[in-house]
């Protein structure tokens, strides 16, 4: 028995379960319905019985055919009269000794009363349920006093117990018929509401359900993604280790609005939109997260979306470090590409006899060549940031923009993590190109790193186009760009080191140089060390124009990688962005 329940969906059990309890709970309630009538009865029997007692003991007819010769000749008339109407099936009258005057049955009239009389006797009026010679009865016993109150007779009123069941039977039918009622109506809700647990239960079992559960949490808490359940109207119904790691969400999570659980506004804004996105990067703290997010339907309502987090960080760090070795491998190529154009030049210039000015021309490409990398190397013992800028000035180089080192460059090894050093100066190198590109000419960008004072300064200028005052505190959030849609992760994650590092990122609006000074430096193309560019115009003084922008990053150095205090990149910017 037990092996076929189980196998019964829960909806079956439920609806069984259901049925068996309104079943019990009608027939208790018909049962406890009985008993409750039939008591009532009895005490409407009762107090009945003894109202018309007490009337009848009143009456001065009584009281007057006690002095007759017969009383019985008076009082039996007037008795069954009001026997009738009050619909009582016996009223006795009889003396103090209880010979009876009066009785339903005439025969009886002169024989003794069967019952209690001493109370009454006594003066006191009572009721009692007594075997009499009608049978079982519920009777009440009343004296009849005389003027001077003295009892001269007794006055019994009785219901035999037989009419009273009778009267109880009278109404089981309807109380079966309201229990039955009862029974048809529990158990068509019962149905209604097994119906649709089936429908939300799918017909599974306890055991099937409870076998899911298992295997649902199990799953939910066994995958190392961040899994996100938000209903349609934008709160979050539930996350999973993986998500609440990664969101650093509250306890409480659940139940509340996405908007309220301290996100950031891009991915607060990706969850509560209720669209299906694919692949979508967003930052978050000190996390780099990928994040999709798929609609779940039932037909065709929404139920809410599903959404997967993937940390990136780790790989979005790495890709920077293969950034930079791509970067030196890229300076390699481009000077071995301008080796070999100027050794076929000194080779023709052999060819043709001309042996003196080939020695020249090759010393003098050899001390250009040699200048770039001296100087970076000489200046960067960093060995990560000096590839990375050896490679990004090969890349700017291809794209017409002078790069250019400042004089005032001067870095050891400053323990930090080069990962997170690589993103902040990759990026905003990639991105001073970029705006460099998109100005007027002559295109340069200068690149100051130095420590001092216990703080690592990182400082880059373009002479691009510049930053509009009005949104110079938006172009390190997430999305933000000028280059169109798809961009504007670069300068977000050059932040977002920047505060894991303990530091925070500066950007100066309009293009002037936050210390007011020329961003002048050695070029890597072996131009004026002054900072000249062609035509002789520095960078700084198309900064004066009103083009160009400067990104300032201040990182804390530990103890022993700060240096003496030199000479300085430049003085603090003009506006100051901790996204």
Not at 292 to 320: P, Y
Not at 387 to 406: N, Q, T
Not at 549 to 562: D, G, Q, S, W
Request: charged letters at 20%.
């Amino acid at each position: 028995m037990t092996a076929r329940l189980g196998r019964w969906s829960l909806a079956r059990q439920v609806l069984v379960l259901q049925i068996l309890v309104v079943g019990i709970t009608v027939a208790g309630a018909t049962l406890l319905g009985f008993l409750r009538t039939r008591e009532l009865l009895g005490d409407e029997a009762a107090r009945t019985t003894r109202a018309v007692a007490i009337s009848v003991a009143d009456a001065p007819t009584v009281l007057d055919a006690l002095d007759d010769p017969d009383p019985s000749a008076v009082l039996q008339p007037y008795a069954e009269r009001v026997r009738a109407e009050a619909g009582l099936d016996f009223i006795t009258i009889m003396d103090r000794e209880g010979r009876r005057y009066t009785h339903p049955n005439p025969r009886q009239i002169g024989g003794h009363f069967l019952g209690t009389t001493a109370p009454a006797l006594a003066g006191r009026t009572f009721t009692e349920t007594y075997t009499g010679t009608l049978g079982p009865s519920v009777r009440a016993v009343t004296p009849v006093r005389d003027a001077a109150g003295r009892v001269r007779a007794l006055v019994s009123a009785g219901i035999t117990v037989a009419k009273i069941s009778a009267e109880v039977r009278g109404q089981i039918g309807s109380a079966v018929l309201t229990g039955l009622l009862g029974l048809a109506a529990g158990i068509a809700g019962a149905y209604l509401v097994g119906a649709r647990l089936r429908r939300q239960t799918h017909g599974l079992g306890p055991a099937e359900l409870s076998r899911m559960y298992e295997y649902h949490n199990a799953i939910l808490h066994a995958v190392r993604e961040g899994l996100l359940l938000v209903d349609r109207d934008g709160r979050l119904t539930l996350a999973n280790d993986g998500a609440r790691e990664l969101l650093g969400l509250p306890g409480d999570a659940e139940g509340r609005h996405v908007g309220d659980l301290g996100l950031s506004p891009s991915l607060a804004a990706m969850l509560g939109s209720g669209e299906s996105r694919s692949d979508e990067i967003h930052l978050t703290g000190e996390r780099v997260l990928v994040a999709s997010a798929a609609v779940v339907r039932s037909g065709a309502r929404s139920l809410g979306t599903v959404v997967t987090l993937r940390d990136h960080t780790e790989l979005q760090a790495l890709t920077g470090q293969l950034d930079a070795e791509r970067g030196f491998a890229e300076s390699l190529r481009s000077a071995a590409h301008e080796a070999a154009n100027r050794l076929h030049t000194v080779v023709a210039l052999v060819e043709l006899g001309r042996a003196d000015q080939a020695v020249e021309f090759a010393t003098a490409e050899l001390r250009a060549a040699q200048r770039l990398t001296d100087r970076v190397v000489g200046a960067i013992r960093e060995p990560v940031l000096a590839a990375l800028l050896l490679g990004k000035s090969a890349a700017a180089a291809e794209r017409g923009v002078d790069l250019v080192i400042s004089p005032d460059s001067e870095l050891g090894d400053v323990a930090l993590d080069s990962r997170d050093l690589v993103t902040i100066v990759g990026n905003l190198i990639d991105n001073a190109i970029d705006a460099a590109v998109q100005g007027a000419p002559p295109a340069r960008v200068r690149v100051c790193l130095r420590a001092e004072d216990g703080t690592f300064l990182i400082r880059v200028a373009d002479s691009g186009p510049g930053i509009d005052p009005g949104v110079v505190r938006d172009v390190f959030r997430r999305g933000w760009s000028t280059k169109g849609d798809g961009r504007g992760l670069g300068l977000a994650m050059a932040g977002q080191a920047a505060r894991r590092l303990g530091g925070g990122i500066e950007a100066c609006a309009g293009g002037q140089d936050p210390d007011g000074q020329s961003p002048g430096g050695q070029s890597p193309r072996g131009q004026d060390p002054d900072g000249q560019g062609p035509g002789g115009q520095d960078i700084g003084d198309q900064a004066a124009d009103g083009r160009g922008a400067v990104f300032t990053v201040r990182l804390p150095l530990p103890p022993r990688a700060a240096t003496p205090a030199g000479a300085s990149c430049g003085g603090p910017a003009r506006a100051e962005v901790r996204p």
